[in-house]
Nanobody
Framework: QVQFVESGGDLVQPGGSLRLSCAAS????????MAWYRQAPGKQRESVAS???????YYVESVKGRFTISRDNAKNTVYLQMNSLLPEDTALYYC????????WGQGTQVTVSS
């Protein structure tokens, strides 16, 4: 079964940076586009960034210029570098393949607060 294990979340001050990692298993990682999603309390889960098999990237408008998605096919891992973090970036962050599976990993908590 395909599994995703997210890590790297933390409590950080506004303006700070974090790098999230997502290790995938049970799939041929290089065959799939990957995406990062987030869910804030009381809100629906949203896609924030995605990366295709050839490295093309897409971002939701609210994170453009601040977040960078990348992948390492040799490590079956997708990353999300987050800079200039804002309180509204506070959420549980998940990764999934594209098209996404109907289940999720445990996510990693990002809290942006002073």
């Amino acid at each position: 079964q395909v599994q995703f294990v997210e890590s790297g979340g933390d409590l950080v001050q506004p303006g700070g940076s974090l790098r999230l990692s997502c290790a995938a298993s049970g799939m041929i990682f290089s065959d799939y586009a990957m995406a990062w999603y987030r869910q804030a309390p009381g809100k629906q889960r949203e896609s924030v960034a995605s990366i295709t098999t050839d490295g093309s990237t897409y971002y939701v408008e609210s994170v453009k210029g601040r977040f960078t998605i990348s992948r390492d096919n040799a490590k079956n891992t997708v990353y999300l570098q987050m800079n200039s973090l804002l309180p509204e970036d506070t959420a549980l962050y998940y990764c999934n393949k594209v098209p996404r599976l109907p289940y999720w990993g445990q996510g990693t908590q990002v809290t942006v607060s002073s």
